[in-house]
């Protein structure tokens, strides 16, 4: 039997996301051990208008408040490392985690890890319209001396379409799906990121002949094995 540390997850980033992700980690611990000996989570569900309101704003102190107060909470829950289920708030990663106690495992180094072990050297950012086109998500993928190339400003806008008017209502469309897919045959790089955690509800790695770096899959691995540590 595993003895894990409790894991605190940040959760309403959306609600579709935040599910996948909880689902993810049980999953993956029974296919692990092949027992019901789960780790314990504790999940802080957030205001999600209030964060898209945040997020908008010039002065981001509002914005990483909430994540601070919702990390807090985790930790007052017995949370002893804490995760944010979602991509983009990492743009304000290094905020929130010089303003919390418990350790936080970030998003981006585990999907930089995860292409620099695999020998992916050019890589495709999908995401919400601030992970493409702010450069935090480029910034910890160049660490590893990766090289991020984004869609272009009109792409960019379907895929940030789709994402918040489709998916965080947990609506797959078979029409987006093909337009998802026939954007990213139109770029060359080793792999795609699926840098957003809806992205996996509709784009799966047997949909295209690039690989797909599942972002919510491998982060969700990385959680198990850092609540092992």
Avoid: W
Wanted: charged letters at 25%; one cysteine or more.
């Amino acid at each position: 039997m595993n003895t894990y540390k409790r894991i605190g997850i940040v959760g309403g980033v959306s609600p579709q996301s935040s599910a996948l992700f909880y689902k993810l980690l049980v999953e993956k611990h029974f296919l692990r051990n092949k027992d019901y000996y789960y780790p314990e989570i504790v999940m802080f569900s957030v205001d999600f208008g209030k964060i898209k309101d945040f997020q908008n704003e010039t002065d981001s102190m509002n914005y990483i408040q909430e994540f601070i107060k919702a990390i807090d909470s985790l930790e007052r829950a017995g949370a002893e490392f804490a995760v944010i289920a979602s991509n983009t708030p990492h743009r304000v990663f290094s905020q929130i985690e010089n303003k919390v106690s418990i350790p936080l495992l970030s998003i981006i180094d585990v999907v930089a890890d995860y292409a620099a072990d695999n020998g992916y050297k050019k890589l495709l950012l999908l995401g919400t319209r601030y992970t493409m086109s702010e450069d935090f998500y480029k910034d910890g993928l160049k660490k590893k001396n990766l090289e991020t190339i984004v869609p272009s400003p009109r792409d960019q806008g379907l895929v940030n379409r789709i994402i918040f008017n489709e998916l965080v209502l947990d609506i797959i469309n078979e029409t987006s799906k093909i337009e998802l897919i026939k954007l990213i045959n139109t770029y060359s790089a080793d792999a795609v990121i699926l840098g957003c955690t809806e992205l996996p509800l509709i784009i799966q790695k047997e949909d295209i002949s690039t690989p797909i770096i599942d972002g919510t899959d491998i982060f969700a691995e990385a959680t198990l094995d850092f609540a092992l540590k």
